[in-house]
Structure formats: structure tokens, C-alpha cells
């Protein structure tokens, strides 16, 4: 099994084009250069480490740690700043274990050159205790790379991480969802819903296509019975877009009856679409109108606000900075 792992893992520490930190050193987003592609330019991902105290939220001392799993995304979302960004590529399992053991070293200050050693992975594991497939791309339109990754990494020969601390979220691939429910797998799973009625997010998410709100939640229900886990479903909220009272309830009428809760996310601007974030009270108002109809709501913990944390939106700063000093991010090897 080591030699098969071995040949079908090549893993070496990446180069960090730009690291960012925030929240006191808790938070630290990376953005990591995946070598030449082969248009002969430079490909790169972004990766962040989060670091919680029980004080935070509540619960246990825990480091999560939030991957990628292409390079870009097809997805197109109006709110994300890797919406924007278009599709590159699918990262192969290597390419998105890479990210974890970036920042599994013993110090984030470390950035020695091990690219032609076996990371001592033994002696990191422990300090990574979740992982979250929420970071550029879509994982389920890159599921075998996806699902490679998450055996290896919950292998004991890997980093021996615990399946149900890792969550996958997806923008609402009814086939993948459907596959992965067979994996045998006790992960988490999100989903993107982002909108109470089919019309608005079509709007918000284009390639939703011809995918229902309706066949989302029955995706979410069989994934619950197959797998016993909850399901959290996503909704990013934008101001006088999806965070008016009605809207709220209307989704309460969506999803009640299933074993899930939603989680609120304050939408993060992005240099890009015309959105808005939500105050606080708009965003409290909408918690409460659903926490009212019986459904678990909670809001998002923010973290590296002041990074740009959010998904593509360090590599799009990257971008920009390098065009405004005539030196692309897609610098020939």
C-alpha cells in the first residue's frame, strides 16, 4: 500500500507566490504556484489555514484547513471572485493533498526546500484537524481527484485525518452528490442553495441550468439516509437580492422536514459584480425568520476579512498587483 500511495502521489512543497496573515496570525491564506502548465505559463491555487479557540464558537480547539480543488472554476457564480476567474484545470489528488501539507509543517514560518523529500508526515499530524473542500473550484466536477484526495488523507499511511472532519461542498452537482453518497465515506456535505426559488438562483448561478431547488433537497435527503450525516446548505447573502424577510421564509418552506441546517454567509465584495454585503441587522433579521419556522441557522464566523480570504480573491489581488507592475501572474518557468 506505501508503494502504491508513494507512486501515485508525486508531493512536494509548493512555492508561495504571496501569503497573507490575519486575526492575529490565526488566519493565513497562501497562494501556492502549481508549477508550468501547458500553455508553458505558471498555474496557481489558493489555500487558507484557520485556527480556532474553544472560546470562539464553542467548541473544542480545532485548525481548519480550506483547499482547492481546480485551478479557476466553470461554475460562473455572480458573487465569487473564482466565478470570474473562468476554468483552467481540474488539480490532480497530489495537487490538492500539496495544499494540506503546506500548512501541516511544524511552523508556518518554515518554507525550507523539500521538494525532493518525503514530507515527515507523521510528525505533523495532529495539528490539521479539518478539512474543507471550499476553496477554488468545484469538487464534484473534479470527483476523482477529489475523492483520491480524501482517502489519502484519511488513510493512516496519509495524514490519518478523521473522515467526518472533512466537508465537501458543492454548487449543487445532483450526480455527484448522488456518487459520493456510495463512497462509504462519513464526510460532511454543503450545498450551495444561495437563493429560496429557482428563478433568483439561475440568476446567481448560471450553469444551475436546469437543476431545481426541489431536486437539490432530495439529493440532500438521500445523501442524509445513505450516510447518516447532516447536510449544511450554503446561502450567501446579498443585500436587497436574497435577505428580505419573505425570502427567508420561503426557504424555511424548501427545506423543512430534512435534517440540515443553513449557514449565513454576509456576502464578501469582490472587485467584480455590483453586490453588496447585507448589515448586520438584515443578516440577523433573516437568522431569525428562519430559526422562527423551526430551522437551525447559524452565521459564519468571519475570518481574514482583511486578506480577502474568500475564495480567488487573493489570486485576483496577485493578478491585479503584477498587471499594475507590467509582470504577469503566469511568469514562464
Given amino acids: 500500500l506505501r508503494a502504491r500511495l508513494a507512486e501515485a502521489f508525486s508531493i512536494a512543497a509548493p512555492a508561495v507566490l504571496a501569503e497573507r496573515h490575519a486575526d492575529d496570525g490565526a488566519t493565513t491564506k497562501a497562494l501556492l504556484d502549481l508549477g508550468p502548465n501547458l500553455n508553458g505559463t505558471r498555474d496557481a491555487v489558493e489555500t487558507v489555514r484557520m485556527d480556532y479557540d474553544p472560546d470562539e464558537d464553542g467548541a473544542p480547539d480545532r485548525v481548519t484547513v480550506c483547499i482547492s480543488t481546480q485551478v479557476g472554476c466553470a461554475m460562473a457564480c455572480r458573487f465569487c471572485a473564482t466565478g470570474l476567474q473562468g476554468f ?25 526546500d523539500t521538494s525532493h523529500a518525503q514530507p515527515d508526515l507523521r510528525a505533523s499530524r495532529g495539528r490539521i484537524t479539518n478539512i474543507v473542500f471550499m476553496g477554488m473550484g468545484e469538487p464534484l466536477a473534479n470527483y476523482n481527484g477529489t475523492i483520491a484526495a480524501i482517502r489519502w488523507l484519511t488513510r493512516l499511511e496519509g495524514l490519518g485525518l478523521r473522515q467526518r472532519g472533512i466537508t465537501v461542498s458543492t454548487v449543487g452537482l445532483v450526480r455527484g452528490i448522488d456518487r459520493l453518497s456510495q463512497e462509504g465515506l462519513q464526510i460532511g456535505l454543503t450545498i450551495s442553495l444561495h437563493a429560496p426559488d429557482d428563478t433568483l438562483r439561475r440568476d446567481l448561478i448560471p450553469t444551475a441550468g436546469g437543476t431545481t431547488i426541489e431536486q437539490l433537497v432530495n439529493a440532500a435527503r438521500l445523501y442524509i439516509e445513505r450516510c447518516g450525516r447532516r447536510v449544511t446548505f450554503a446561502y450567501a447573502l446579498l443585500d436587497h437580492v436574497n435577505d428580505e424577510p419573505e425570502q427567508a421564509r420561503a426557504l424555511a418552506r424548501r427545506i423543512r422536514g430534512i435534517q440540515a441546517h443553513v449557514n ?55 493578478q491585479r498587483e503584477r498587471v499594475a507592475e507590467a509582470i504577469p501572474l503566469t511568469l514562464q518557468p
Avoid: K, M, W
Fill in 264 to 318: 449565513l454567509i454576509p456576502y464578501n465584495p469582490t472587485a467584480g459584480p455590483d453586490l453588496r454585503r447585507p448589515s448586520l441587522a438584515r443578516v440577523r433579521a433573516f437568522q431569525r425568520e428562519l430559526q422562527a419556522a423551526g430551522v437551525n441557522a447559524t452565521v459564519r464566523i468571519e475570518r481574514g476579512v482583511e486578506i480577502a480570504a474568500a475564495c480567488g480573491q487573493l489570486r485576483t489581488d496577485v
Fill in 88 to 112: 483552467t484545470r481540474n488539480l490532480s489528488a497530489s495537487e490538492i493533498v500539496t495544499q494540506v501539507l503546506h500548512f501541516s509543517r511544524p511552523s508556518l514560518g518554515e518554507r525550507e
